[in-house]
């Protein structure tokens, strides 16, 4: 359940990032839906409306309540419930299913908005060719940036991919309260650091994580994301700042949005302290 939400909370961080842009827009009232289906879980949604966004504005999200909103699929037709701020969900007895292809619709302002999908299959014969890296402590409170240069080699991601769909690598560190690898002076900026990073989404069989990247010590999930080409495109989309909530790709008809399915599995790996 905790990697089900921390995958969800990837997700969207990506998908909003794919809807900013520099200056204001002109928009229609569209309905903006966001939904990450999940093998062996319930049905989550959210749906907003699409807004005019400035450099000014303090938020571009006005949520959408009150819809009837079905998903069908494995022979079975889901209601989704409205739990208010644009939040929707189904039954959490609902488990969905690999391969399964689900059709989601409801009316918004005289427009069907409908997608389909399908959860793709879990990674199979996911491996890292290390399970530790040992790396030193950075003082750099005497001024001075993170350089890299940290030593160490790259980790090796590999899986299997006879189809060449899309998969990436979330590396989350999971300390209560880890040890930074850089030391910083008290009055620095420590906003810099991340206990998360990602990789692009690729059609390969393997990827690579360069020791670099990590910023603190312990313990670490490596997480191999299988996702739909659906959401490799608004990946790549979000690294553009022209970008704009009109224009990112999207397989919603007579909306925006996201409606995909995706699954992941989940290997440790520790930073250890030389």
Same mark, same amino acid.
């Given at each position: 359940m905790k990697i089900y939400y921390f995958v969800i909370a990837l997700l969207l961080g990506a998908f909003l990032s794919s809807c900013s842009n520099e200056g204001s827009v002109e928009v229609t009232d569209n309905a903006v839906i966001e939904a990450y289906l999940v093998a062996g879980q319930y049905?989550?949604?959210? #749906?907003k409306k699409e807004i005019p966004y400035s450099d000014q504005s303090i938020s571009s999200e006005e949520p959408i309540d009150g819809l009837k909103i079905t998903v069908t699929g494995d022979g079975k037709t889901y209601t989704l419930e409205s739990l208010g701020n644009g939040d929707y969900r189904? +039954?959490?007895?609902v488990k969905l299913k690999v391969g399964v292809s689900y059709s989601m619709s409801f009316v918004y302002n005289g427009k069907t908005i409908s997608a389909t999908t399908i959860i793709p299959t879990k990674p199979e014969n996911y491996a890292l060719d290390q399970s530790s890296i040992y790396l030193s402590q950075i003082d750099l409170?005497? @001024?001075? $940036?993170?350089?890299?240069g940290m030593g160490g080699t790259n980790i090796q991601v590999t899986w299997d991919n006879t189809t060449? +769909?899309?998969?990436? &690598?979330? &590396? +989350? /560190?999971?300390?209560t309260d880890p040890t930074p690898i850089y030391i910083l002076a008290d009055d620095a900026d420590s906003t810099m650091f991340t206990r998360r990073f $990602?990789?692009?989404? #690729?059609? @390969?069989?393997?990827?690579s994580v360069n020791p670099n990247e990590f910023q603190y010590f312990g313990m670490h999930n490596v997480i191999l994301m299988h996702v739909n080409p659906d959401y490799a495109a608004l990946y790549r989309s979000?690294?553009?700042?022209?970008? /704009?909530?009109?224009?990112?790709?999207?397989?919603?008809?007579n909306g925006l949005g996201v409606f995909t399915g995706v699954n992941a599995d989940t290997l440790k790996f520790e930073v250890k302290q030389r």
């Open positions: 049905i989550s949604m959210h #749906v189904s +039954d959490t007895t409170s005497s @001024g001075g $940036r993170p350089m890299g060449s +769909d899309y998969y990436f &690598v979330v &590396v +989350d /560190n999971i300390e $990602r990789s692009q989404p #690729v059609q @390969g069989t393997s990827t979000s690294g553009s700042t022209s970008q /704009n909530i009109s224009t990112p790709p999207t397989s919603i008809t």
